[in-house]
């Protein structure tokens, strides 16, 4: 299935509860998510990175604004595309086991059990994880749970990928792998992918457009195109390029950052 173009047109959004004071985490945002194309949200703790993501999956409408998909051929407005998660929090079935957590969704979607079971070990063995299928979530390392996390993603062939911080629960060892993998998975894959995260090396390392977003109220302060040569891995952080990228990035997001530590920013 083809990846979809996002559109985010003046976006903004007011948390208006009756017990206190309206806060507004996001206000004016206009970007696009490119179809096929991985985009990195980065930005200080509250400034709306999460609460963008949310609007593109649907769990919370904006005040203010558009948010349009965008067929890439045509430009004509498409339908809510199928869309896959992956969250900090592992969120696996702890009474399944490795295979029926990737198999899970697929089961939900009535797709035929020889088909389920063919597509759910392709994935498992994408995320180097063949020999564990029959292994319980309490059998596996973090690491290892958050690729079965990665692998029921993936395994429903989705049209947008949206990435909430994935890898911020891990050790910093196992993070660095987990990101290799994952930016060769994105890549096959196609799909139209939003990462959140907090680290400038993985923005990089990731994605092909960086949005850096400023302290709450979440507006964007610059939108970046990383042409570092693909595949990436970790000898990338070596490259002159990258070394040059980050400290842009770095201090885009300086000030910002000091500002939110001013005002007392909320979580992101």
């Given at each position: 299935?083809?990846?979809?173009?996002?559109?985010?047109d003046d976006l903004g959004l007011t948390f208006a509860p009756a017990s206190a004071a309206p806060t507004v985490a996001l206000e004016t945002v206009s970007c696009r998510f490119e179809p096929g194309?991985?985009?990195?949200?980065?930005?200080?703790?509250?400034?709306?990175?999460?609460?963008?993501?949310?609007?593109?999956?649907?769990?919370?409408?904006?005040?203010?604004?558009?948010?349009?998909?965008?067929?890439?051929?045509?430009?004509?407005?498409?339908?809510?595309?199928?869309?896959?998660?992956?969250?900090?929090?592992?969120?696996?079935?702890?009474?399944?086991?490795?295979?029926?957590?990737?198999?899970?969704?697929?089961?939900?979607?009535?797709?035929?059990?020889?088909?389920?079971?063919?597509?759910?070990?392709?994935?498992?063995?994408?995320?180097?994880?063949?020999?564990?299928?029959?292994?319980?979530?309490?059998?596996?390392?973090?690491?290892?749970?958050?690729?079965?996390?990665?692998?029921?993603?993936?395994?429903?062939?989705?049209?947008?990928?949206?990435?909430?911080?994935?890898?911020?629960?891990?050790?910093?060892?196992?993070?660095?792998?987990?990101?290799?993998?994952?930016?060769?998975?994105?890549?096959?894959?196609?799909?139209?992918?939003i990462l959140v995260t907090h680290s400038i090396e993985e923005a990089i390392l990731l994605a092909d457009?960086?949005?850096?977003?400023?302290?709450?109220?979440?507006?964007?302060?610059?939108?970046?195109?990383?042409?570092?040569?693909?595949?990436?891995?970790?000898?990338?952080?070596?490259?002159?390029?990258?070394?040059?990228?980050?400290?842009?990035?770095?201090?885009?997001?300086?000030?910002?950052?000091?500002?939110?530590?001013?005002?007392?920013?909320?979580?992101?």
């Open positions: 299935m083809p990846a979809v173009a996002i559109e985010a194309r991985v985009t990195a949200l980065i930005g200080p703790s509250g400034c709306g990175k999460s609460t963008l993501l949310q609007i593109v999956r649907g769990f919370l409408d904006p005040t203010r604004g558009q948010l349009r998909f965008v067929e890439p051929a045509d430009g004509r407005m498409a339908i809510r595309p199928a869309m896959s998660t992956v969250w900090q929090a592992f969120n696996l079935f702890p009474w399944l086991t490795v295979v029926e957590n990737v198999a899970f969704g697929l089961d939900l979607a009535g797709v035929p059990r020889a088909e389920r079971d063919e597509r759910a070990h392709r994935a498992i063995a994408a995320v180097d994880l063949t020999g564990f299928e029959d292994r319980y979530p309490r059998q596996l390392s973090g690491g290892m749970r958050q690729r079965v996390g990665l692998a029921r993603a993936l395994v429903m062939e989705p049209e947008v990928l949206l990435l909430d911080e994935p890898f911020g629960a891990l050790d910093a060892q196992t993070r660095l792998v987990l990101q290799e993998q994952l930016a060769r998975l994105v890549e096959t894959s196609g799909t139209t992918a457009t960086i949005v850096v977003m400023t302290a709450r109220p979440g507006r964007v302060a610059a939108r970046i195109d990383v042409e570092l040569p693909r595949p990436r891995s970790m000898a990338t952080t070596r490259d002159p390029g990258f070394a040059a990228l980050f400290d842009r990035i770095y201090g885009l997001l300086r000030d910002e950052v000091m500002r939110a530590m001013v005002s007392g920013g909320a979580s992101a």
